[in-house]
């Protein structure tokens, strides 16, 4: 069993900036990729960032510049700092992980979500 924690989210003007972090715990024999992803009111869930073990990163168009995903892979915690927050950025946010068991079997776990807020 894997057990993620979110936290960092809140409330904040535009413009300003908020740090999630994602740790993961459980029996894990490692982590592959690490992302996370938003979901808006009546909206699908979409990527936003996303980084594998060898710390390539991916991001969403939208938050090219302004986001950036990183890791620590001794404490197998992810974290996405976001700079220039914009009212569209506002959403829930789930860390998304990838998880290899003992077996050899890789297994995706999702965060509980944590809500990111930006007023205007």
């Known amino acids: 069993q894997v057990q993620l924690v979110e936290s960092g989210g809140g409330l904040v003007q535009a413009g300003g900036s908020l740090r999630l972090s994602c740790a993961a715990s459980?029996?894990?024999?490692?982590?592959?990729?690490m992302a996370w992803y938003r979901q808006a009111p009546g909206k699908q869930r979409v990527l936003v960032a996303a980084i594998t073990h060898g710390i390539v990163t991916n991001y969403a168009d939208s938050v090219k510049g302004r986001f950036a995903i990183s890791r620590d892979n001794a404490e197998n915690t992810v974290y996405l700092q976001m700079n220039s927050l914009k009212p569209e950025d506002t959403a829930l946010y789930y860390c998304n992980v990838r998880v290899v068991s003992f077996s050899y079997i890789e297994y995706t776990y999702w965060g509980q979500g944590t809500q990111v807020t930006v007023s205007s």
């Open positions: 459980g029996t894990i024999r490692s982590i592959n990729a």
